[in-house]
C-alpha cells in the first residue's frame, strides 16, 4: 500500500511525485517509459512572460524543474527588462535531451520513490473514494491517494491533413480506457487540441538569412541553489534565429487551408488561444504581412532545430512547400514533420482549490489534463498535488495560495472558479497583484511557506535565512550612508539627467530616483554588494509606494477569503440570489466568500446577501 501513486512522469507529474517523496510519504510513480520522464514534446525552452516566474516559485517550494532547467540550459535570456519588474521573466533555451536525462536520474535515485513503468487502465474508486490504480496488466497498485497528470495522453490522436492516427506525442502509446472510467464515476471530461512545429536538420539551415539572438550577459538562473559553475558561460550559450513568414508562405497556406486538419473538419477539441496555429493565425489576423518564428536549437546531441511559431496540422506534402518558402529554410532537410493533437480533459469547475476532486475523494488531478497549457503551469499543479494529497493523508488543513501570494495561486483559482473550455495559458494580465508577484521575490513570497509543510529542506531554509538577513543589513547599511552635494555626485546625477543635489541624504533616499543604482553610487560606498540584494533593495526602495499599495488592496481580498463559506449551502433556495448566481454557486460550490466573488455573473448584491448568511 502506497501513501500517494501519480500517473504520468510529465512535468505534472514528476513535480507531484517529488513533493510526496519530499513530505516523507510512500509514492510510487507510475509511467509508460521512464526515459520519457520530463520531455519536452513542443518547444524545448522553459520560463517566458508570467511562466518565468511560475518556475522561481516552484524553487521556492523545493520543486525540481528549476534546478534542472538551470542545469541543462542552452541559453539564458530575461524578458521585459524595458519595463516595469513586475513583468520581468527569464526564459532558457533548454537542451531537451539533457533535462530528460538529469529527471530519469533523480526519480530514480529519490529517497521514499517507487518508479513503475505500466500503462494505467483505471483508477480504482470505492464508496466514491480513489484507492489506487489497475493497470492494463492487471496489477493493482493501492494507495491513499491518487494523483492524475498524463498530460496529452488521455485517448489521445494526432492529426494531420485528412488523418488521424490514436497515438500520444512524439509516437508514444496513448490510453483509450482512463478517461472512460473516469467518466463511469461520474467526472466530466471534454476535448482539447494542442500542436507542435516541424523539426529540421541544423545542418541544411543557411542562417545568413536570419536575425541572430542572443541571450542576456549575465549570471542568471531558476533556482536560488544554482551556483555559477552549475551554468553554461556566456561566451558557450547557444544563440537563436528570427525570421518572418513570407507572402508565399501564406499564399501556400491559403490555397491549402482545407487540407488542415482544423480546417477540414477532423479536430473536434478547441485549440489554444495563445499559441495558434500558423493556419489559425493567418485566419484570425488576416490583415497582418507577416508572422515571427524563432529558429531554436533542441539539444547538442540532436541536429535538430525546431521553428517555433509555425506549428500546423497540415498534410506532409504542404508542410514541405510551407517549410521551404521561409528565409534560410528553402534547402532544408525536415527530420520531423508538424502535428496536431486532441486529447482528453478534466472539467476543471470539478476541482477543489486544493487540486482535489470534488466528486471523487482523494483523487487530485494536475497539468495538462485539467486544461492548461504549458510545462510550467503544469508543474506548478503537480506540485501543489502531490503536496496537497500528502496533507490530506495527514489531517492536515490544505495548502492554498491565494491570488496576491503567487501566479500559482492565480492559475488555480482560475480554474477552479472560471474554468476553462480552451487551453489554459498564464499569463501577467491575469494577475491583479503582479507587482507583489515577481522574479526577484519569489523565495521571499514562499518559501517558509513551503518550510513549514515539509516541501523545503532545512538546508535551503537556512540560505533562505541568511539571504534575507544580507538584504536587511544592506539595507540598514545604505540608510547610514549620508551623500552631501559635491561635484562626484553631482556629474553622476547629471548624467542620468538630473539637476544638481541641492541637500544631503542617505544613499537609499537618493536609490529613490529613476536610474539611480546601488552600483552607480559604489564610488561612495566602501563595500561592493551581491547583485541579487541590489537588485532587490532597489525594486523595493523605487517601487515602495506602488507595492504598499497593493498590499493595501490584497488585504481587502485576504478578508474575504477569511469569510469561509459552509459546505452543502442551498444556494437555489437561497432567498433574494439572482437565478445565475443559485445556479452558478451550486455548481462551483465555492469555499470562501473571496472565490464567490470571482465567479463570472456573480454580482456585488449576490455576495452581500452571501456575507449576510455567513453572518
Same mark, same amino acid.
Given at each position: 500500500?502506497?501513501?500517494?501513486?501519480?500517473?504520468?512522469?510529465?512535468?505534472?507529474?514528476?513535480?507531484?511525485?517529488?513533493?510526496?517523496?519530499?513530505?516523507?510519504?510512500n509514492?510510487?510513480?507510475?509511467?509508460l517509459?521512464?526515459?520519457?520522464?520530463?520531455?519536452?514534446?513542443?518547444?524545448?525552452?522553459?520560463?517566458?512572460?508570467?511562466?518565468?516566474?511560475?518556475?522561481?516559485?516552484?524553487?521556492?517550494?523545493? &520543486?525540481l524543474?528549476?534546478i534542472?532547467?538551470?542545469?541543462?540550459?542552452?541559453?539564458?535570456?530575461?524578458?521585459?527588462?524595458?519595463?516595469?519588474?513586475?513583468?520581468?521573466?527569464?526564459?532558457?533555451?533548454?537542451?531537451?535531451?539533457?533535462?530528460?536525462?538529469?529527471?530519469?536520474?533523480?526519480?530514480?535515485?529519490?529517497?521514499?520513490?517507487?518508479?513503475?513503468?505500466?500503462?494505467?487502465?483505471?483508477?480504482?474508486?470505492?464508496?466514491?473514494?480513489? /484507492?489506487?490504480?489497475?493497470?492494463?496488466?492487471?496489477?493493482?497498485?493501492?494507495?491513499?491517494?491518487?494523483?492524475?497528470?498524463?498530460?496529452?495522453?488521455?485517448?489521445?490522436?494526432?492529426?494531420?491533413?485528412?488523418?488521424?492516427?490514436?497515438?500520444?506525442p512524439?509516437?508514444?502509446?496513448?490510453?483509450?480506457?482512463?478517461?472512460?472510467?473516469?467518466?463511469?464515476? &461520474?467526472? =466530466?471530461?471534454?476535448?482539447?487540441?494542442?500542436?507542435?512545429?516541424?523539426?529540421?536538420?541544423?545542418?541544411?539551415?543557411?542562417?545568413? *538569412?536570419?536575425?541572430?539572438?542572443?541571450?542576456?550577459?549575465?549570471?542568471?538562473?531558476?533556482?536560488?541553489?544554482? *551556483?555559477?559553475?552549475?551554468?553554461?558561460?556566456?561566451?558557450?550559450?547557444?544563440?537563436?534565429?528570427?525570421?518572418?513568414?513570407?507572402p *508565399?508562405?501564406?499564399? !501556400?497556406?491559403?490555397?491549402?487551408?482545407?487540407?488542415?486538419?482544423?480546417?477540414?473538419?477532423?479536430?473536434?477539441?478547441?485549440?489554444?488561444?495563445?499559441?495558434?496555429?500558423?493556419?489559425? /493565425?493567418?485566419?484570425?489576423?488576416?490583415?497582418?504581412?507577416?508572422?515571427?518564428?524563432?529558429?531554436?536549437?533542441?539539444?547538442?546531441?540532436?541536429?535538430?532545430?525546431?521553428?517555433?511559431?509555425?506549428?500546423?496540422?497540415?498534410?506532409?506534402?504542404?508542410?514541405e512547400?510551407?517549410?521551404?518558402?521561409?528565409?534560410?529554410?528553402?534547402?532544408?532537410?525536415?527530420?520531423?514533420?508538424?502535428?496536431?493533437?486532441?486529447?482528453?480533459?478534466?472539467?476543471?469547475l470539478?476541482?477543489?482549490?486544493?487540486?482535489?476532486n470534488?466528486?471523487?475523494?482523494?483523487?487530485?488531478t494536475?497539468?495538462?489534463?485539467?486544461?492548461?497549457?504549458?510545462?510550467?503551469?503544469?508543474?506548478?499543479?503537480?506540485?501543489?498535488?502531490?503536496?496537497?494529497?500528502?496533507?490530506?493523508?495527514?489531517?492536515?488543513?490544505?495548502?492554498?495560495?491565494?491570488?496576491?501570494?503567487?501566479?500559482?495561486?492565480?492559475?488555480?483559482?482560475?480554474?477552479?472558479?472560471?474554468?476553462t473550455?480552451?487551453?489554459?495559458?498564464?499569463?501577467?494580465?491575469?494577475?491583479?497583484?503582479?507587482?507583489?508577484?515577481?522574479?526577484? @521575490?519569489?523565495?521571499?513570497?514562499?518559501?517558509?511557506?513551503?518550510?513549514?509543510?515539509?516541501?523545503?529542506?532545512?538546508?535551503?531554509?537556512?540560505?533562505?535565512?541568511?539571504?534575507?538577513?544580507?538584504?536587511?543589513?544592506?539595507?540598514?547599511?545604505?540608510?547610514?550612508?549620508?551623500?552631501?552635494?559635491? =561635484?562626484?555626485?553631482?556629474?553622476?546625477?547629471?548624467?542620468?539627467?538630473?539637476? @544638481?543635489?541641492?541637500?544631503g541624504?542617505?544613499?537609499?533616499?537618493?536609490?529613490?530616483?529613476?536610474?539611480?543604482?546601488?552600483?552607480?553610487?559604489?564610488?561612495?560606498?566602501?563595500?561592493?554588494?551581491?547583485?541579487?540584494?541590489?537588485?532587490? !533593495?532597489?525594486?523595493?526602495?523605487?517601487?515602495?509606494?506602488?507595492?504598499?499599495k497593493?498590499?493595501?488592496?490584497? @488585504?481587502?481580498? =485576504?478578508?474575504?477569503?477569511?469569510?469561509?463559506?459552509?459546505?452543502?449551502?442551498?444556494?437555489?433556495?437561497?432567498?433574494?440570489?439572482?437565478?445565475?448566481?443559485?445556479? *452558478?454557486?451550486?455548481?462551483?460550490?465555492?469555499v470562501?466568500?473571496?472565490?464567490?466573488?470571482?465567479?463570472?455573473?456573480?454580482?456585488?448584491?449576490?455576495?452581500?446577501?452571501?456575507?449576510?448568511?455567513?453572518?
Amino acid at each position: 500500500m502506497f501513501d500517494i501513486v501519480v500517473i504520468g512522469a510529465g512535468h505534472a507529474g514528476i513535480e507531484a511525485a517529488m513533493a510526496g517523496a519530499r513530505m516523507k510519504k510512500n509514492t510510487c510513480l507510475v509511467t509508460l517509459n521512464i526515459d520519457m520522464a520530463g520531455s519536452m514534446p513542443c518547444n524545448p525552452s522553459i520560463g517566458g512572460p508570467a511562466k518565468g516566474i511560475v518556475v522561481r516559485e516552484i524553487d521556492a517550494l523545493g &520543486g525540481l524543474m528549476p534546478i534542472v532547467a538551470d542545469q541543462s540550459a542552452l541559453q539564458f535570456k530575461m524578458l521585459n527588462t524595458t519595463k516595469g519588474p513586475g513583468v520581468w521573466s527569464l526564459r532558457v533555451q533548454s537542451d531537451k535531451e539533457v533535462y530528460k536525462k538529469k529527471m530519469k536520474d533523480i526519480l530514480l535515485h529519490t529517497q521514499n520513490l517507487t518508479v513503475i513503468e505500466k500503462a494505467v487502465q483505471s483508477i480504482l474508486i470505492e464508496d466514491g473514494k480513489a /484507492k489506487g490504480v489497475l493497470c492494463q496488466d492487471g496489477t493493482r497498485i493501492e494507495s491513499k491517494t491518487v494523483v492524475l497528470t498524463t498530460g496529452t495522453y488521455m485517448s489521445s490522436t494526432v492529426l494531420r491533413g485528412h488523418t488521424a492516427t490514436s497515438s500520444g506525442p512524439e509516437d508514444q502509446m496513448t490510453v483509450n480506457t482512463l478517461s472512460q472510467s473516469l467518466r463511469d464515476a &461520474g467526472i =466530466q471530461t471534454f476535448r482539447l487540441k494542442t500542436g507542435t512545429p516541424a523539426r529540421v536538420l541544423t545542418d541544411s539551415i543557411d542562417f545568413s *538569412k536570419t536575425e541572430v539572438q542572443p541571450g542576456t550577459n549575465a549570471f542568471l538562473r531558476f533556482s536560488q541553489m544554482t *551556483k555559477q559553475e552549475d551554468v553554461l558561460p556566456f561566451l558557450e550559450q547557444k544563440v537563436c534565429h528570427l525570421i518572418y513568414t513570407q507572402p *508565399k508562405t501564406h499564399q !501556400i497556406i491559403q490555397d491549402h487551408l482545407q487540407d488542415s486538419a482544423m480546417y477540414s473538419g477532423l479536430v473536434k477539441g478547441v485549440g489554444p488561444r495563445y499559441c495558434p496555429s500558423i493556419e489559425d /493565425k493567418l485566419v484570425r489576423f488576416a490583415d497582418k504581412e507577416r508572422h515571427q518564428l524563432f529558429l531554436e536549437p533542441e539539444s547538442l546531441s540532436l541536429d535538430t532545430t525546431y521553428i517555433q511559431g509555425f506549428s500546423t496540422s497540415m498534410p506532409v506534402d504542404v508542410q514541405e512547400e510551407m517549410v521551404h518558402s521561409l528565409p534560410g529554410l528553402e534547402n532544408c532537410i525536415i527530420k520531423k514533420y508538424a502535428y496536431a493533437i486532441e486529447y482528453d480533459a478534466i472539467d476543471p469547475l470539478q476541482m477543489k482549490p486544493s487540486m482535489e476532486n470534488k466528486i471523487v475523494e482523494n483523487l487530485f488531478t494536475a497539468g495538462q489534463v485539467n486544461g492548461t497549457s504549458g510545462y510550467e503551469e503544469a508543474a506548478g499543479q503537480g506540485l501543489m498535488a502531490g503536496a496537497n494529497a500528502a496533507l490530506k493523508i495527514d489531517g492536515k488543513p490544505p495548502f492554498i495560495l491565494r491570488r496576491d501570494q503567487a501566479y500559482i495561486g492565480v492559475m488555480i483559482d482560475d480554474l477552479t472558479t472560471k474554468g476553462t473550455n480552451e487551453p489554459y495559458r498564464l499569463l501577467t494580465s491575469r494577475a491583479e497583484y503582479r507587482l507583489l508577484l515577481r522574479h526577484d @521575490n519569489a523565495w521571499k513570497r514562499l518559501l517558509e511557506k513551503g518550510y513549514e509543510i515539509g516541501l523545503v529542506d532545512e538546508s535551503r531554509y537556512q540560505l533562505f535565512v541568511a539571504q534575507q538577513k544580507e538584504i536587511e543589513k544592506a539595507r540598514e547599511e545604505l540608510k547610514e550612508v549620508r551623500i552631501k552635494p559635491c =561635484q562626484q555626485v553631482n556629474a553622476y546625477l547629471n548624467s542620468l539627467g538630473f539637476e @544638481n543635489l541641492s541637500h544631503g541624504c542617505s544613499a537609499l533616499e537618493l536609490i529613490k530616483r529613476p536610474k539611480v543604482t546601488i552600483e552607480g553610487l559604489s564610488f561612495l560606498l566602501d563595500k561592493e554588494y551581491d547583485k541579487e540584494v541590489c537588485q532587490a !533593495i532597489e525594486i523595493e526602495t523605487k517601487y515602495a509606494g506602488y507595492i504598499e499599495k497593493a498590499k493595501r488592496d490584497a @488585504n481587502h481580498l =485576504q478578508k474575504m477569503e477569511e469569510l469561509v463559506l459552509p459546505k452543502n449551502l442551498d444556494y437555489m433556495n437561497m432567498d433574494n440570489l439572482s437565478l445565475e448566481a443559485r445556479q *452558478k454557486l451550486t455548481k462551483i460550490q465555492p469555499v470562501t466568500l473571496g472565490q464567490a466573488s470571482r465567479i463570472s455573473g456573480i454580482n456585488p448584491s449576490d455576495i452581500a446577501i452571501l456575507a449576510i448568511h455567513i453572518k
